[in-house]
């Protein structure tokens, strides 16, 4: 089945770093991929996503390839702030444009804490 | 209302015990989703309604769970008989046909 694979946490990184969080997929045939971030208290919100091999999402500053060689959809920012402390969610789905009317399949969540 | 609304925030429950969790998608929102999200995990799908019609369960632990949307808005999540296992965070999502998912913050639910 499908499955998400993404880097363990926390990443902990001052601010103005640079940040990646790596995200590796299992899914049949062409999924879409999307980054999902759940600031402290907050709901999921969707950050990003492409929908095809070589698109990049992005979005705040945020960004994300869609590499289908290598089955990767890696997060980077080139300057992180305070206020991007969260968690960050990949997944993907099966069929539709944005996951609707299919299930998402997420990844286990990446803490990162960015100080001053 | 401005976004998914769930309730109740947090539950508690003896092993044992019926729960239900209620969502209110956005109004006008077609799809909803039902997430379970154990601790330090990804949520894991449990069950999608297109309107009232309950279109995938396959997520769906055990015939313990159940959820129904009977006139295509409110959403409830009920477990029977809960059980420590159960103890997560439930997430509701809505959406528009085709468009963003709009999670709500949630039902933390504890067994003990």
């Known amino acids: 089945g499908d499955s998400v694979t993404q880097m363990e946490g926390p990443v902990t990184l001052s601010e103005e770093a640079f940040l990646t969080i790596n995200c590796t997929y299992t899914a049949t045939g062409y999924p879409s991929l999307f980054w999902y971030v759940q600031y402290p208290g907050e709901g999921l919100q969707l950050l990003l996503k492409?929908?095809?091999?070589?698109d990049k999402g992005s979005n705040k500053g945020f960004e994300a390839t869609y590499r289908k060689e290598t089955t990767s959809f890696h997060l980077e920012k080139g300057s992180v702030q305070v206020s991007d402390s969260a968690v960050y969610f990949c997944?993907?789905?099966?069929?539709?444009?944005?996951?609707?009317?299919?299930?998402?399949?997420f990844g286990t969540g990446t803490r990162l804490q960015v100080t001053l | 209302g401005a976004g998914v609304s769930q309730s109740p925030r947090y539950k508690v429950a003896k092993r044992g015990q019926d729960v239900a969790l209620r969502c209110d998608p956005i109004?006008?929102?077609?799809?909803l989703f039902w997430y379970q999200q154990a601790l330090g995990q990804g949520p894991e799908f449990l069950t999608y309604f297109q309107n009232e019609a309950q279109l995938d369960k396959s997520g769906l632990p055990s015939d313990r769970f159940f959820a129904e949307r009977p006139e295509g808005s409110v959403s409830t999540l009920k477990i029977q008989r809960t059980q420590q296992e159960d103890s997560a965070v439930y997430l509701c999502?809505?959406?528009?046909?085709?468009?963003?998912?709009?999670f709500g913050n949630g039902t933390r639910l504890t067994v003990t």
């Open positions: 492409a929908t095809k091999a070589d």
């Open positions: 999502a809505s959406s528009l046909v085709d468009s963003p998912l709009h």
């Open positions: 109004s006008g929102h077609v799809s």
């Open positions: 997944a993907l789905t099966g069929t539709t444009l944005y996951g609707t009317a299919s299930k998402l399949t």
